[in-house]
């Protein structure tokens, strides 16, 4: 079955720089893609915030990409997509993307023991969607969900690579340590920048789940299914970042998660 193509951008949005571990997912699968990411650095963080202020937050950041006329949407931040996008499903037409679907999905065929441990931020953790979704897919899965504020500042930070990060890790990740998790869900942007710490402390037998991956292979799933249709046949994807505030710092962070990859140029944007 051929699905017909599709020359305008996907829309991937985060609360900052954090979801560009995602963009960076989709860009490597999907070169001949073009995609504008916004990142919310006027208002980041989103993991601190009500769930009505977030979800307030998704519906805003959305509508702008839709009038940039995305042809989908990724939710790249994992808060945003426990509190904003069954909001955000009723309101827009075009495909709409979260991080937690795939992780839980992921996380459920990886785990031998059933028992799952999930990081995020505070609203996050609160939200229960990590939980409510794993049950959804298995109602036998033990979750053990866990909110981890000082993981980003370390990675926004850069001290990822820093003796005191090993302790923090170690010390904020004991209650996983001690439930003897099998799977643990990176649940927030920032987490897969400090994968090599988390799994020297969780130990190699656990098993990470980086929701950037799985977003990358749900949407393949989607461009071939051609819920999303994709780019003409030779395209070459084109990168367009915009952000609400402090560019360049945004530009700063951004090469970090980019491995390396400066970021030329950055559009500041008014919601
Ligand atoms: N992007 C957020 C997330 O994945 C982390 C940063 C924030 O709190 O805004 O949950």
Redesign the pocket.
Same mark, same amino acid.
């Given at each position: 079955m051929s699905v017909g193509t599709d020359s305008h951008p996907i829309g991937v949005f985060?609360? #900052?720089v #954090? #979801?560009l571990t995602v963009l960076k997912a989709l860009v490597r699968r999907f070169p001949e893609e073009g995609f504008i990411y916004l990142g919310d650095t006027a208002r +980041?963080?989103?993991? !601190?915030k009500s769930a009505r202020t977030v979800e307030r937050y998704t519906l805003q950041v959305a509508s702008y990409l839709v009038k940039r006329e995305v042809k989908a949407l990724v939710v !790249?931040?994992? @808060? !945003?997509s426990a509190l904003g996008l069954a909001a955000l499903r009723q309101r827009v037409t075009i495909p709409v993307q979260g +991080?937690i679907q795939p992780g839980c999905r992921m996380a459920a065929r990886l785990s031998r023991g059933g028992l799952i441990g999930v990081i #995020? @931020?505070r @609203? @996050?953790v609160a939200s229960g969607a990590y939980p409510h979704t794993l049950h959804f897919l298995d109602p036998a899965l033990r979750v053990t969900s866990l909110a981890c504020p000082l993981f +980003?500042p370390l990675v926004e930070e850069d001290w990822v690579s820093h003796a005191a990060a090993r302790m923090i890790v170690e010390e904020t990740l004991r209650p996983l340590v001690a439930a003897s998790v099998d799977t643990l869900i990176l649940?927030?942007?920032?987490y897969p920048l400090l994968k090599e710490v988390i799994a020297g402390v969780m130990g190699e037998k656990v098993a990470l789940v980086d929701s950037a991956e799985a977003v990358a292979e749900e949407m393949a799933s989607h461009l071939v299914k051609g819920i999303v249709r994709p780019a003409p046949p030779g395209s070459q994807g084109r990168l367009t970042y915009l952000v609400t505030d402090v560019a360049d710092r945004f530009q700063e962070v951004a090469t970090r998660f980019l491995d390396g990859v400066p970021v030329s140029h950055v559009e500041m944007i008014d919601l």
């Open positions: 985060d609360s #900052g #954090g #979801g +980041v963080p989103y993991g !601190a !790249a931040c994992n @808060t !945003a +991080v #995020g @931020t @609203t @996050t +980003v649940g927030c942007t920032h």
